[in-house]
């Protein structure tokens, strides 16, 4: 007996060594080429008014048509550059597409909710004399300050998530089954977070589904189309699989009795690998810069019916 337990200790201690070894010689996934932009550098490039833009003047010159882009650090392109960023890129193609002076001025700020949206659009983003107003939406832009996912993003800025360090953390393939284990109750806490996020009793959503309808009140009033584009959680499965599809379908119902066009981002992003749309992984599920040049396309095309081209009709 004792003799077949030592073999067993020694066919899982030697087991386990060829697991680490393998963990620790395996090729790692090879990074996009595309380096994510460091903390330092992802807040910079600030105008006067303080939003991540080149210098805009209210006024708007003869012959130009804007843009008003509000949202939150997705369209403020936290990780990105500047010129990657989804407002920069669609401005750029809509003055190459349409062969008109466009301008997409951003007034996006991280952490921005629905309501603070709408407030800013009612003081700052009607002066700029917009022919279209865009509403980057993404699913934590309704909750409230105490919510469950507020403090989550709160604790996400203080620190990388991930599992306490333990003094078996020298050991990668400790490591590996520990943060394993981690991220599968986390993602079920988080999905479970957003999920109430959006009850129908929550305050958060009550607030943004309101604030939803103060912007296109708003919109209405001046003769502005309104444009939503909701965007996924990047850091989960774009499949069938994707958990907050019901979450996307509630948002757009919202939008659309706003009186919003609505663009549903995760269609564009369907069966892609979530690890190429975001900017590092788990540590940042900001979307990367092929993220943005895929919602830049979705959201032109969008455009393209909503503010028709010189010379041809609008659509029925």
Same mark, same amino acid.
């Given at each position: 007996?004792?003799?077949?337990?030592?073999?067993?200790?020694?066919?899982?201690?030697?087991?386990?060594?060829?697991?680490?070894?393998?963990?620790?010689?395996?090729?790692?996934?090879?990074?996009?080429?595309?380096?994510?932009?460091?903390?330092?550098?992802?807040?910079?490039?600030?105008?006067?008014?303080?939003?991540?833009?080149?210098?805009?003047?209210?006024?708007?010159?003869?012959?130009?048509?804007?843009?008003?882009?509000?949202?939150?650090?997705?369209?403020?392109?936290?990780?990105?550059?500047?010129?990657?960023?989804?407002?920069?890129?669609?401005?750029?193609?809509?003055?190459?597409?349409?062969?008109?002076?466009?301008?997409?001025?951003?007034?996006?700020?991280?952490?921005?909710?629905?309501?603070?949206?709408?407030?800013?659009?009612?003081?700052?983003?009607?002066?700029?004399?917009?022919? %279209?107003? $865009? *509403?980057?939406? &993404?699913?934590?832009?309704?909750?409230? @300050?105490?919510? =469950?996912?507020?403090?989550? #993003?709160?604790?996400?800025?203080?620190?990388?998530?991930?599992?306490?360090?333990?003094?078996?953390?020298?050991?990668?393939?400790?490591?590996?089954?520990?943060?394993?284990?981690?991220?599968?109750?986390?993602?079920?806490?988080?999905?479970?977070?957003?999920?109430?996020?959006?009850?129908?009793?929550?305050?958060?959503?009550?607030?943004?589904?309101?604030?939803?309808?103060?912007?296109?009140?708003?919109?209405?009033?001046?003769? %502005?189309? $309104? *444009?939503?584009? &909701?965007?996924?959680?990047?850091?989960? @499965?774009?499949? =069938?699989?994707?958990?907050? #599809?019901?979450?996307?379908?509630?948002?757009?119902?919202?939008?659309?009795?706003?009186?919003?066009?609505?663009?549903?981002?995760?269609?564009?992003?369907?069966?892609?690998?979530?690890?190429?749309?975001?900017?590092?992984?788990?540590?940042?599920?900001?979307?990367?810069?092929?993220?943005?040049?895929?919602?830049?396309?979705?959201?032109?095309?969008?455009?393209?019916?909503?503010?028709?081209?010189?010379?041809?009709?609008?659509?029925?």
């Amino acid at each position: 007996m004792r003799k077949e337990v030592a073999l067993l200790a020694g066919s899982v201690a030697a087991t386990l060594c060829l697991a680490e070894a393998a963990l620790r010689l395996w090729p790692r996934a090879a990074r996009a080429s595309y380096a994510p932009v460091g903390a330092r550098r992802a807040y910079r490039q600030q105008n006067a008014a303080g939003y991540r833009d080149v210098p805009r003047v209210p006024a708007k010159p003869p012959g130009v048509r804007r843009v008003v882009s509000l949202g939150d650090s997705f369209a403020w392109g936290a990780g990105v550059e500047l010129d990657d960023a989804y407002p920069q890129r669609l401005e750029r193609a809509l003055r190459r597409t349409r062969g008109e002076e466009w301008e997409v001025v951003n007034l996006a700020r991280p952490g921005m909710r629905t309501v603070d949206q709408a407030d800013v659009l009612r003081r700052e983003g009607f002066a700029y004399a917009p022919d %279209v107003v $865009l *509403v980057g939406y &993404v699913l934590n832009d309704s909750e409230g @300050r105490t919510s =469950e996912e507020a403090r989550r #993003a709160e604790e996400w800025r203080e620190g990388p998530p991930g599992p306490s360090p333990s003094s078996w953390d020298r050991s990668l393939l400790v490591r590996t089954v520990r943060h394993r284990l981690w991220a599968t109750a986390e993602n079920r806490r988080r999905i479970d977070g957003f999920r109430a996020l959006y009850a129908a009793d929550a305050a958060g959503w009550r607030a943004g589904r309101q604030a939803l309808a103060d912007m296109g009140a708003q919109c209405r009033t001046r003769g %502005v189309p $309104l *444009v939503v584009a &909701v965007f996924p959680l990047f850091g989960n @499965r774009l499949d =069938e699989g994707y958990p907050f #599809a019901a979450l996307h379908e509630e948002v757009a119902r919202a939008a659309a009795a706003a009186g919003a066009r609505v663009v549903d981002l995760l269609p564009a992003y369907r069966d892609l690998r979530w690890e190429l749309l975001v900017v590092d992984g788990a540590r940042d599920e900001h979307p990367s810069e092929l993220a943005h040049r895929i919602a830049a396309n979705a959201i032109l095309a969008a455009l393209d019916d909503t503010v028709p081209r010189p010379g041809r009709a609008p659509p029925p």
